[in-house]
């Protein structure tokens, strides 16, 4: 079991303290990337006006993403698994290559 930590992250400029599991931080901070992301594009289009606004939005543009996906059967282990295949039958192709450059 991994202990708890206390985070700090920003979000469009305001400092958060956010409790998260050891194992867990990098996950969160790629999350808090994707929202930030999410808010600074909403904020930029200029047509929703107020922090609370544009994380209502930001929440429900990454939420209907999110079912977008799940609804398709999106597998991202699967694709996982299969890049992972594919890079070792490249790496065994190539070993014997390396002599022609």
């Known amino acids: 079991m991994s202990q708890i930590k206390q985070l700090d992250v920003s979000i469009m400029g305001r400092d958060f303290r956010i409790a998260c599991p050891d194992d867990e ?11 930030n992301g999410k808010m600074n594009e909403i904020r930029e289009g200029g047509k ?14 990454i939420a209907h ?10 597998d991202i282990g699967a694709y996982r698994r299969r890049i992972t295949d ?13 002599e022609l450059f």
Not at 53 to 60: D, R, S, T
Not at 65 to 74: Q, S
Not at 86 to 98: E, I, R
């Open 25 to 35: 931080e990098e996950t969160l901070l790629q999350a808090v990337d994707v929202l």
């Open 48 to 61: 929703v006006i107020g922090l609370e606004k544009i994380a209502i939005m930001a929440a429900l543009n």
């Open 65 to 74: 993403e999110y079912l977008h996906v799940k609804a398709g059967g999106f």
């Open 86 to 98: 594919m890079n070792a039958t490249v790496d065994a192709v190539l070993k014997g290559q390396s």
